[in-house]
């Protein structure tokens, strides 16, 4: 259910996300999202600090209306600090230390709780106090990208013709339609394994 309620608002939301970034700039987005983002996970620690369920729940469904919309707005400004072959390699960074980060959390999880006397509360804060480290390195990063504007000149806007319209959608060529579908598997496949695994090894 925690997954559940964290994927449920992203079927739609990440589509939603990447138009309203065009509307309010992308740095803005960034920062909200992320802010939404930490307010959930403060959300989920209380409720986990207190044994809640329900609460945690609510937690991880504002933790999910900010997570991949965030996730947008990092690729949507990755994607304007490098070009060409480099924007390939560094969206690829970005997603190998996203992954390291999950390898390094199931590893650590574990041992905070069995460190704890089987409790999570260490758990809960640790990960509330990656979020607030997480929010304070997109307000360095939003100063960065505006220094940037500034001394490079750049402008970003978008052209009236640039701005997503429902229209463009039927103009998608097959391949990002495969890539779509093959995400789609790869998921279904990948992620209900990790959770039958520890299932398996919690009874």
Do not use: H
Request: with cysteine.
């Amino acid at each position: 259910m925690m997954y559940i309620i964290y994927s449920l608002p992203n079927t739609v939301l990440p589509l939603a996300g990447g138009i309203f970034l065009d509307k309010i700039g992308i740095r803005v987005g960034l920062l909200m999202f992320t802010i939404i983002l930490t307010i959930g996970q403060g959300i989920f620690m209380m409720g986990g600090i207190l044994d809640v369920y329900w609460l945690m729940l609510v937690g991880r469904f504002v933790f999910g209306l900010g997570g991949e919309c965030m996730s947008v707005s990092q690729s949507a400004i990755i994607s304007q600090w490098f070009k060409g072959k480099e924007l390939s390699f560094a969206l690829g960074l970005n997603l190998t230390v996203s992954r390291l980060a999950s390898v390094f959390g199931g590893i650590l999880i574990p041992t905070f709780i069995k460190n704890d006397g089987g409790l999570i509360n260490s758990t809960m804060i640790f990960g509330f106090g990656l979020c607030i480290f997480s929010l304070f390195a997109g307000i360095f990063l939003v100063i960065i990208d505006k220094y940037a504007d500034k001394k490079d000149k750049r402008d970003l806007s978008l052209a009236a013709e640039d701005k997503f319209q429902f229209k463009d959608i039927v103009e998608f060529k097959l391949p990002f339609w495969l890539v779509s579908c093959s995400c789609v598997f790869v998921y279904m496949s990948v992620f209900p394994f990790i959770q039958c695994c520890k299932l398996a090894i919690q009874y």
